[in-house]
């Protein structure tokens, strides 16, 4: 066994490097983390990137608040001259005709507006002034959000990363946790195949691979894991990045989209993906049948991208949806 850690993080991908980044600076000098792969490799290297504050839940838009000070001052919060984000900072669009997505999205909104977010309220030709491809006509409401965008998950993985080492934090890659272990009911360490790591505290910062807390507990974890199809398509028209993200609640998918550089769209379906029986992040098919129909939905906001291709495809577990109702 490993001498005892102030603190033990399963997940080296986004949230597990900057866990630990923050607990070392704030002090904790013994701090390790365990990844069953390499750093940002699993669910992050998967990420579309988008940040916005747009979240129906007020703690939500405060966090993502606090967290795009961070991103948009990378370098200087990790006083790392080299690190990058990659961030783009070109704004997030959200539209809704009418119908039942328009009441949620007005309150929204508001309650970004309330929290101080910058939050404009666009019409249609206003809109289509930043996202020219697109059409609103349908469009009942526009929120436009300027500070907001995309970055790249990889480069802020390893930038945390790279900045916890340098505080102490000691990173273990190819080192899957097997179970926790316990001592009077209370966590003392995790096993491994490469022996027993102590420590009072651990924290899972696992993405899809969080049912683990169950099978090492007991204690029933309400969340499952989702796979979901990505496309990027090539169009005949620039998508730069000086255009803003877009996400289309009008749409039978509620797609979402920004831009993949040139002529070419990320996009994907912002509903309920393909649950997985086991947590799995290894890249799965996806069918003829679904690029056509997000292709179709493409189609019908950004009429030009009838015409579009294919220019690659993968699938991405973006995290675990909760199977209990919040109504």
């Not at 703690?59 to 006083?79: I, K, M, P």
């Not at 500070?147 to 340098?166: I, K, P, Q």
């Amino acid at each position: 066994m490993t001498a005892a850690h102030d603190a033990i993080v399963i997940g080296a991908g986004v949230i597990g490097a900057s866990i630990a980044y923050h607990l070392a600076a704030f002090g904790a000098r013994n701090v390790i983390v365990l990844d069953r792969g390499l750093v940002g490799s699993g669910t992050s290297s998967q990420s579309s990137g988008i940040l916005r504050t747009h979240y129906s839940v007020p703690e939500n838009v405060e966090l993502a608040r606090r967290s795009w000070q961070v991103f948009d001052s990378f370098a200087a919060y990790l006083d790392d001259d080299e690190a990058s984000a990659g961030l783009v900072k070109c704004g997030y669009l959200i539209a809704a005709p009418e119908g039942p997505k328009l009441a949620p999205l007005r309150d929204a909104l508001a309650a970004q507006q309330a929290q101080g977010i910058a939050v404009q309220l666009l019409s249609a030709q206003e809109a289509a002034l930043r996202l020219p491809i697109c059409r609103f006509d349908d469009a009942a409401l526009i929120g436009f959000e300027p500070e907001a965008g995309f970055a790249d998950a990889y480069l802020v993985a390893t930038g945390f990363a790279r900045a916890a080492r340098r505080r102490g934090v000691k990173i273990v890659e190819g080192v899957e946790v097997e179970r926790l272990v316990l001592e009077g009911g209370r966590v003392v360490g995790v096993d491994t195949l490469r022996g027993r790591f102590a420590g009072a505290t651990v924290v899972s910062a696992q993405n899809i691979w969080a049912r683990d807390i169950e099978r090492w507990t007991g204690i029933e974890t309400p969340v499952r894991a989702e796979r979901h199809g990505v496309l990027a398509l090539a169009g005949p028209e620039p998508y730069t990045f000086a255009m803003p993200a877009y996400k289309d609640l009008g749409s039978p998918g509620m797609l979402y989209c920004r831009s993949y550089g040139g002529t070419q769209m990320l996009v994907s379906e912002g509903g309920a993906g393909e649950t997985l029986a086991e947590p799995d992040n290894e890249q799965g098919d996806i069918p003829v049948d679904d690029v056509l129909r997000v292709g179709a939905q493409v189609a019908e906001r950004f009429p030009s991208f009838v015409d579009a291709g294919l220019a690659s495809s993968w699938t991405t577990s973006p995290g675990p949806r909760s199977t209990r109702s919040t109504s």
